[in-house]
């Protein structure tokens, strides 16, 4: 099993992504290979799954939440992801993780165009990817 974090997760279309732990391309989890209640996978929640090829990419399966309770409770308060906006002194933006920087390019893909495939969403990711980094846009 490997673990990871949820990068986003939409209830309704019934998908997300996780981006693992050890680092490497995020991988895409379905509703139907949830093991808890689906409303309660929610970004930045922890979970264990499995890896398979996906044919499109990398798929997780048997997606487990890390801790359970911790997620039900995180809900029920409503919290949010524990990503929050950076502001330093001089007003400007903080660099982003990488992660930050998929999850944004992730939810700006989906709302603009809801149409696109998992394997096309990773593809454009990783060319922007590389372009912030390029210009020094995200961190390292």
């Known amino acids: 099993m490997t673990s990871g974090k949820i990068l986003r997760f939409d209830e309704v279309r019934g998908y997300g992504f996780i981006a693992p732990d050890e680092g490497g391309e995020d991988v895409f989890m379905h509703a139907n290979d949830l093991r808890d209640e689906k409303h309660l996978f929610q970004p930045g929640m922890t979970v264990t799954f499995d890896v398979e090829d996906g044919g499109r990419g990398l798929k997780a399966s048997n997606v487990h939440l890390a801790d359970r309770?911790?997620?039900?409770?995180?809900?029920?308060?409503?919290?949010?992801s524990a990503r929050a906006s950076r502001v330093v002194e001089d007003g400007l933006a903080d660099l982003l993780s990488q992660t930050e920087f998929r999850q944004e390019?992730?939810?700006?893909?989906?709302?603009?165009?809801?149409?696109?495939?998992?394997?096309?969403?990773?593809?454009?990711?990783?060319?922007?990817?590389q372009l912030a980094q390029s210009h020094n846009w995200v961190e390292r």
């Open 69 to 80: 309770e911790a997620a039900a409770a995180a809900v029920r308060h409503g919290d949010q």
């Open 105 to 129: 390019l992730t939810e700006a893909m989906l709302e603009t165009a809801p149409t696109l495939t998992g394997s096309q969403i990773v593809l454009l990711r990783r060319k922007l990817v």
